[in-house]
DNA sequence: TCAGCCCCTG
DNA sequence: CAGGGGCTGA
């Protein structure tokens, strides 16, 4: 819900919260230059939202301020520069009403809004244009907390760097990041409070905050708070970035650099968390070491990190996103551990009648909007978003490689080793039926879940399809003869119940539908409505059911499609359909038409 | 009471 | 195809 704010306030201190009171200084802000000063003018509404998911958030972790929702979005709600801003918990306690404060903190935003233009400008800032749906209202006001965000750090990576040399700075770039991203974690452990105390801890270490390492080679420039030099200072900064994207370029390939790293332990830590893959002894203490980050944290991280990618993802997010009622919470942690083994097994599909010919469509869009995110939050940390750490680029490449697998539904043409020894994943059920179920990051609860994650696939689905040319309505046994490497559990036998009846809707709306068309097109005995292989009924189902068309559908299905069809025919003739339930007799006839499931279905695993 | 089913909706 | 409401029979 607030993820936005979770993103663009991460990091935000209490401090930054108080650059969010009323500053009359902000309707004199230098707005010469074209375009910066505009992501200031916030109307009082937006204020007060960030406000107050800053208020939340910072209740939370502290992390740090995205540029990826400094969005320079010129034309929201000019002329607000006034706004009224009503003071929140979180900002009253960090000194709101300190005017003398807030001018400092005007004098710092106009700085950085040059600042911030200026890399804007630069090649690869992209994710300046990050604009999510869901805070179009507030992002106005994101920028604008960022432009307030960032001095107080710059300023104090400005006096801890000052002393250092250009060369140094350079040099020191790669170092920096590095630090910072090994040092992220114990970040997010440190920061779970308002105080200033418990801000990040680069805080206190110039050496390792990326956004010091991002910020101090203008550090020098922030040796003066005097605001005569201000003009001085934006036009020298402007043009430090400008005149330097080299800098920026090297700083992008750094972090490219250390993305991918994080990807690889990301990984390595997934596969160490699988159950089945490593000794029993074992799993809790690497789920423990790798795998779960304290609870909030991990919550945090992921809706922040998805928040940083949010503005090209919208497409993949929003995506019907079946039996997950709590889409934020569940569906990404659903995600976060349905990656972990759509990564471990993630084979190679074989051409197997079992696959969708649009899981890969969906996985390539999905991977280009995760590589896309992922650029974004690349940026982002570019631009200073130093909590954006390893651990969160980890869960938000899990957050993204879990959307592939959440498109997949699940899909592996080929069950992996586990799917047949443990059952379905509570995290799956959760999703299936207990979307209300608050997931517990306990790692051996994960790992529970991760261990029960075999739920029904699409080749499970596909399975479902072809039984239904055998069978209409499947006895639970069947189900359960049929679906043998599934655990059952209620939720599992109901979801194939579900399927089934889904399917019988498909077919008697198709027997309908065939029935009126032969009534309409005069066919005057009944015996004159056949189903054969090359019927235009036939072909329906068989699309539906056998889309791959790679199942030699039984005769037998054949002969009581046809009967179907001649109820429906005799039924809607003599206007028994005047009767709201007309078909229940039609389903009772059909019902005593089904056969056995061959033996195959019984013997084969699903996948 | 609850599983199972149908129907409707999205 | 899922979710949910309503109905029904055990």
Same mark, same amino acid.
């Given at each position: 819900?607030?993820?936005?704010?979770?993103?663009?306030?991460?990091?935000?201190?209490?401090?930054?919260?108080?650059?969010?009171?009323?500053?009359?200084?902000?309707?004199?802000? %230098?707005?010469?230059?074209?375009?910066?000063?505009?992501?200031?003018?916030?109307?009082?509404?937006?204020?007060?939202?960030?406000?107050?998911?800053?208020?939340?958030?910072?209740?939370?972790?502290?992390?740090?301020?995205?540029?990826?929702?400094? $969005?320079?979005?010129?034309?929201?709600?000019?002329?607000?520069?006034?706004?009224?801003?009503?003071?929140?918990?979180?900002?009253?306690?960090?000194?709101? =009403?300190?005017?003398?404060?807030?001018?400092?903190?005007?004098?710092?935003?106009?700085?950085?809004?040059?600042?911030?233009?200026?890399?804007?400008?630069?090649?690869?800032?992209?994710?300046?244009?990050?604009?999510?749906?869901? =805070?179009?209202?507030?992002?106005?006001?994101?920028?604008?907390? *960022?432009?307030?965000?960032?001095?107080?750090?710059?300023?104090?990576?400005g006096k801890i760097h000052s002393q250092?040399?250009?060369?140094?700075?350079?040099?020191?770039?790669?170092?920096?990041?590095?630090?910072?991203?090994?040092?992220?974690?114990?970040?997010?452990?440190?920061?779970?409070?308002?105080?200033?105390?418990?801000?990040?801890?680069?805080?206190?270490?110039?050496?390792?905050?990326?956004?010091?390492?991002?910020?101090?080679?203008?550090?020098?420039?922030?040796?003066?708070?005097?605001?005569?030099?201000?003009?001085?200072?934006?036009?020298?900064? *402007?043009?430090?970035?400008?005149?330097?994207?080299?800098?920026?370029?090297?700083?992008?390939?750094?972090?490219?650099?250390?993305?991918?790293?994080?990807?690889?332990?990301?990984?390595?830590?997934?596969? &160490?968390?699988? @159950?089945?893959?490593?000794?029993? @002894?074992?799993?809790?203490?690497?789920? &423990?070491?790798?795998?779960?980050?304290?609870?909030?944290?991990?919550?945090?991280?992921?809706?922040?990190?998805?928040?940083?990618?949010?503005?090209?993802?919208?497409?993949?997010?929003?995506?019907?996103?079946?039996?997950?009622?709590?889409?934020?919470?569940?569906?990404?942690?659903?995600?976060? /551990?349905?990656?972990?083994?759509?990564?471990?097994?993630?084979?190679?599909?074989?051409?197997?009648?079992?696959?969708?010919?649009?899981?890969? !469509?969906? $996985?390539?869009?999905?991977?280009?909007?995760?590589?896309?995110?992922?650029?974004?939050?690349?940026?982002?940390?570019?631009?200073?978003?130093?909590?954006?750490?390893?651990?969160?680029?980890?869960?938000?490449?899990?957050?993204?490689?879990?959307?592939?697998?959440?498109?997949?539904?699940?899909?592996?043409?080929?069950?992996? @080793?586990?799917?047949?020894?443990?059952?379905?994943?509570?995290?799956?059920?959760?999703?299936?039926?207990?979307? !209300?179920?608050?997931?517990?990051?306990?790692?051996?609860?994960?790992?529970?879940?991760? *261990?029960?994650?075999?739920?029904?696939?699409?080749? !499970?689905?596909?399975?479902?399809?072809?039984?239904?040319?055998?069978?209409?309505?499947?006895?639970?046994?069947?189900?359960?003869?049929?679906?043998?490497?599934v655990q059952f559990t209620r939720c599992?036998?109901?979801?194939?119940?579900?399927?089934?009846?889904?399917?019988?809707?498909?077919?008697?709306?198709?027997?309908? &539908?065939?029935?009126? !068309?032969?009534?309409? %097109?005069?066919?005057?005995?009944?015996?004159?409505?056949?189903?054969?292989?090359?019927?235009?009924?036939?072909?329906?189902?068989? *699309?539906?059911?056998?889309?791959?068309?790679?199942?030699?559908?039984?005769?037998?299905?054949?002969?009581?499609?046809?009967?179907?069809?001649?109820?429906?025919?005799?039924?809607?003739?003599?206007?028994?359909?005047?009767?709201?339930?007309?078909?229940?007799?039609?389903?009772?006839? /059909?019902?005593?038409?089904?056969?056995?499931?061959?033996?195959?279905?019984?013997?084969? @695993?699903?996948?």
């Open positions: 819900m607030y993820s936005s704010s979770n993103i663009c306030l991460d990091g935000c201190t209490t401090e930054h919260l108080s650059s969010l009171q009323p500053d009359p200084m902000l309707s004199n802000l %230098d707005v010469s230059n074209s375009g910066v000063c505009v992501t200031l003018q916030q109307d009082s509404e937006n204020i007060k939202m960030l406000q107050e998911s800053a208020y939340y958030n910072s209740s939370g972790d502290a992390g740090s301020v995205c540029s990826d929702q400094l $969005e320079l979005n010129p034309s929201r709600d000019a002329g607000h520069l006034s706004a009224k801003r009503h003071p929140s918990p979180a900002s009253s306690s960090c000194g709101l =009403h300190d005017w003398s404060l807030n001018s400092g903190h005007q004098a710092k935003r106009a700085r950085v809004e040059n600042i911030i233009k200026g890399m804007t400008s630069s090649p690869g800032m992209h994710c300046m244009d990050v604009t999510t749906n869901q =805070h179009e209202e507030s992002d106005g006001m994101q920028g604008s907390e *960022m432009i307030q965000e960032l001095p107080s750090h710059q300023e104090r990576s250092v040399t250009r060369k140094q700075l350079e040099g020191q770039h790669f170092r920096h990041l590095r630090a910072s991203f090994n040092h992220v974690d114990g970040v997010d452990d440190a920061t779970g409070g308002n105080n200033e105390e418990m801000r990040p801890t680069w805080n206190n270490s110039p050496d390792t905050s990326p956004r010091d390492a991002c910020t101090d080679s203008y550090g020098e420039f922030e040796s003066s708070s005097s605001r005569k030099y201000q003009g001085w200072k934006k036009v020298k900064l *402007m043009n430090y970035f400008q005149s330097k994207p080299e800098r920026i370029k090297l700083m992008a390939d750094v972090l490219k650099y250390e993305l991918s790293r994080a990807v690889s332990r990301s990984v390595d830590a997934i596969f &160490k968390s699988m @159950p089945l893959l490593q000794t029993p @002894p074992n799993i809790e203490g690497n789920v &423990k070491t790798d795998m779960s980050p304290q609870p909030p944290v991990c919550r945090d991280n992921t809706l922040r990190l998805s928040c940083c990618g949010n503005a090209e993802v919208p497409d993949v997010q929003t995506e019907a996103l079946s039996l997950v009622v709590q889409k934020p919470q569940l569906e990404r942690a659903e995600k976060f /551990i349905l990656q972990s083994r759509s990564r471990a097994h993630h084979h190679p599909k074989p051409p197997t009648p079992f696959s969708y010919d649009s899981s890969l !469509h969906e $996985e390539e869009l999905s991977e280009k909007d995760h590589n896309t995110a992922r650029q974004h939050a690349l940026r982002c940390f570019q631009d200073g978003c130093s909590e954006v750490g390893q651990t969160k680029f980890e869960m938000f490449d899990a957050h993204w490689n879990s959307v592939k697998a959440r498109s997949k539904v699940n899909s592996r043409s080929v069950r992996s @080793p586990q799917s047949r020894t443990v059952s379905v994943d509570p995290m799956i059920l959760q999703g299936l039926c207990l979307p !209300h179920v608050k997931i517990e990051s306990d790692s051996l609860v994960k790992n529970n879940l991760y *261990m029960l994650n075999e739920g029904l696939t699409t080749n !499970h689905l596909k399975k479902a399809k072809l039984m239904f040319f055998y069978t209409r309505y499947p006895s639970s046994l069947v189900l359960k003869m049929c679906f043998h490497d599992i036998t109901s979801q194939l119940i579900k399927w089934f009846s889904n399917f019988r809707e498909f077919y008697y709306i198709q027997m309908e &539908k065939f029935a009126r !068309h032969a009534l309409i %097109d005069g066919v005057a005995n009944v015996r004159g409505l056949t189903v054969g292989r090359e019927s235009e009924l036939f072909r329906a189902l068989n *699309m539906h059911y056998n889309k791959a068309n790679d199942f030699q559908v039984p005769d037998r299905f054949l002969e009581v499609a046809e009967i179907t069809l001649r109820e429906f025919y005799i039924a809607i003739s003599v206007g028994k359909d005047r009767d709201p339930s007309w078909k229940k007799a039609i389903y009772k006839v /059909i019902c005593k038409l089904d056969g056995d499931v061959p033996a195959e279905f019984k013997n084969h @695993p699903s996948g």
